[in-house]
């Protein structure tokens, strides 16, 4: 398969349509997870920090914004599109 060819690229989205469907939930929902490898972020961190509002560190985000919230969404995502 060549990714220049059109052809190729439709066969395998036709051939492989869950792969396409948990590639794409996954570069759009779990981005959320990489707060601090995220240059947006530390744009919108900056600007949060230089309004004097109060934003968690990497670890803070974690534990109080990851874990508890977005792990669960991930779960409930996974269970409606990809089981």
Do not use: C, R
Request: glycine share 6%; hydrophobic share 60%; net charge negative.
């Amino acid at each position: 398969m060549d990714i220049n060819k059109i052809s190729d690229v439709l066969s395998f989205i036709a051939l492989h349509d869950a792969h396409i469907v948990a590639i794409s939930i996954s570069a759009v929902f779990f981005g959320a997870m990489t707060y601090i490898g995220n240059g947006p972020n530390f744009m919108v961190k900056s600007i949060a920090d230089h309004q004097k509002v109060e934003t968690p560190g990497f670890l803070g985000y974690m534990l109080k914004f990851a874990f508890p919230v977005l792990i669960p969404i991930y779960v409930l995502i996974w269970l409606l599109f990809i089981a």
